[in-house]
């Protein structure tokens, strides 16, 4: 008996595996009830009473060599099955992978990036913390304006000169005062402003701005740019209409609907009926402006528009409640997976 455990014990401590199949087999050879090491054990009963201490401690010390070694040839084993191939079942059914899907905003966004520039528009960012002149004083706002009341405008640590801002505008005026034109710009950015969050208004939300100046830009470019913006984003059915409107730094200023993406004009409950659907203002860059930015209005005149994006993406989605997009509702998100 202690031959054999001895035995048992260099055969052992010399077992190799190669893969987890192979360690399981000897641990059905070895461990399992009808295995080498349990036989032992029941041969046990037969060993003379003398000698039952000492083939006792070796039975256990045989049993925990086994159990050692044999964990030890699974533990190698499944490593290296991992990260080889052999063990792979190729043929098993593949979980189906989701991926992800772009926000709707970026969606819609990308999109009206992809229009402008094919017209040559680049793109500009600034920051989201600014300082009054940025958001406000060089782009022509009275020291009054009501836009720079707190009702509207975020201030950062009640310091008067460093807000959030509440209009992409703040980016033409970064761009100007370093670039002399001819500048092309787009702006793309979100905004904050001081509302109380509801279906239909946000603390803050997306804009995209478009500037131009170069020598003889006109408001008849103007007009035909954003035709064909209209006519690109909505389908080429789709008309436009200029209505006279007021910004402090455009001058003349305007607002542009479309004729109503669901109706088509003749008049339904999301253009109340009136045939057509506000989507951005626009102007001509007022000349106080381009001073202010240090461009000479003698010889260059400019024009620009600024669109919130949220508004475009429910005209063409349909979205109920803006706080919908910042939610990150997954089954709102994968209903635009099919989405460019
Ligand atoms: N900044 C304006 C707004 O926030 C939009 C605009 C941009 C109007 C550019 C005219 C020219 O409403």
């Known amino acids: 008996m202690i031959e054999r455990i001895a035995q048992l014990m260099q055969e052992i401590s010399a077992l190799q595996a190669k893969n987890a199949q192979e360690a399981e087999a000897l641990r059905i050879k070895y461990l399992s009830k009808k295995g080498e090491i349990s036989q032992l054990m029941n041969d046990f009963r037969s ?151 509801s279906a239909r208004a946000h603390c803050f939300f997306h804009q995209i701005e478009g500037l131009y100046v170069d020598k003889n830009v006109s408001f008849t470019d103007l007009k035909q740019v954003l035709l064909l913006f209209a006519q690109e984003l909505f389908g080429p059915e789709t008309k436009i209409r200029l209505r006279p409107s007021y910004f402090p730094f455009t001058e003349p200023s305007a607002e542009m609907d479309v004729s109503c993406t669901i109706c088509g004009g003749k008049g339904c409950s999301m253009c109340k009926g009136s045939g057509w659907l506000e989507i951005l203002g626009c102007g001509m860059v007022d000349p106080a402006v381009l001073e202010a930015n240090g461009i000479d209005s003698s010889i260059y005149t400019g024009y620009a528009f600024g669109m919130g994006i949220e508004r475009i993406t429910n005209l063409k989605y349909q979205v109920k409640d803006l706080r919908m997009f910042s939610e990150n509702d997954v089954r709102f998100l994968d209903e635009f997976t099919s989405a460019r």
């Open 47 to 197: 060993v003379p009473p003398e000698l039952k201490k000492e083939v006792g401690m070796k039975i256990n010390q045989l049993k925990s060599l086994a159990l050692e070694k044999i964990n030890a040839l699974k533990d190698s084993a499944g490593e290296s099955s991992a990260s080889g191939i052999g063990t792979i079942d190729l043929t098993r059914t593949p979980y189906p992978i989701t991926l992800g899907s772009r926000h709707p905003l970026t969606i819609v966004k990308n999109e009206i990036v992809d229009i402008f520039s094919r017209l040559g528009f680049t793109l500009a960012e600034g920051p989201e913390v600014e300082d009054d002149w940025h958001v406000y004083s060089s782009l022509n706002f009275a020291d009054d304006h009501p836009a720079r009341d707190m009702q509207d405008t975020f201030f950062v640590e009640s310091h008067p000169d460093i807000i959030l801002r509440s209009h992409t505008s703040s980016v033409q005026s970064r761009v100007m005062e370093k670039t002399q034109p001819p500048i092309r710009i787009l702006c793309p950015g979100r905004v904050y402003r001081n509302e109380a969050v």
